[in-house]
């Protein structure tokens, strides 16, 4: 089955500055990829998704770039708030439904 | 997007008892649903697949016997957590899907603490 990697496992920056949270995955099938912004007591909620037929897509101030030949994707955050602080899951999927999350990333934004 | 309920929002029972979450769509029809468990500070795991009008299908490991799942209909579906015991206590989290759409969406979660 599909395995999700996601990196870094934490990650503390500066109110305006970038931040950027990577993943691989393993089964070259897979072919949709959504971020989700989890706070604390709450669901995830989906934020940006990428398709297999698309490099890149952004929305905002939140990117998301694919690279299907290397298998990974990442989130880029630019002009970071304190409101961004939170934990981040990628996931993938190789069909309709059952995605498979990375183990997630917390997101501290300082002011 | 989508709009998802589940109610209760936190639940603690005693060992032994049985508990029901509930998951609803409040503004599309989901043929499709997901429940998730999260235990603190991990991942969430996909415990089962219901599709409206048949049975679930579980996970590796995920016991159908002691986490039923009933998808009657397409904005309503329900996880029973039967004798529940301590380890059961965690997050569930129910996520809908409509026709021939990847994107899911979550609802808030349910917190369990079995006692």
């Known amino acids: 089955g599909e395995n999700v990697e996601q990196h870094p496992s934490t990650l503390s920056v500066q109110e305006g500055d970038s931040a950027v949270i990577k993943c691989t995955y393993s089964?070259?099938?897979?072919?949709?990829f959504p971020w989700y912004k989890q706070e604390l007591g709450k669901g995830p909620q989906l934020i940006i998704d990428?398709?297999?037929?698309?490099g890149e897509k952004k929305d905002q101030r939140i990117a998301v770039t694919l690279n299907k030949t290397a298998k990974h994707f990442s989130l880029h955050i630019t002009e970071t708030q304190p409101e961004d602080s939170a934990v981040y899951f990628c996931?993938?999927?190789?069909?309709?439904?059952?995605?498979?999350f990375g183990q997630g990333t917390i997101l501290t934004v300082h002011p | 997007g989508a709009v998802v309920s589940q109610h209760p929002s936190w639940v603690i029972c005693k060992s032994g008892t049985s508990v029901k979450i509930e998951c609803r769509s409040l503004d599309f029809q989901a043929t499709t649903m997901f429940w998730y468990r999260q235990f603190p500070k991990q991942s969430l795991m996909l415990m089962a697949t219901s599709n409206e009008g048949s049975k679930a299908t579980y996970e590796q490991g995920v016991e159908k016997d002691k986490f039923l799942i009933n998808h009657a209909s397409l904005t309503l579906s329900t996880l029973t957590v039967t004798s529940a015991h301590p380890e059961d206590s965690s997050f569930y989290i129910c996520s809908h899907a409509g026709l021939a759409s990847y994107e899911q969406y979550f609802g808030p979660g349910t917190r369990l603490t079995v006692t």
């Open positions: 089964d070259s099938a897979s072919n949709y």
């Open positions: 996931a993938a999927t190789p069909s309709y439904g059952k995605l498979t």
């Open positions: 990428i398709r297999s037929n698309v």
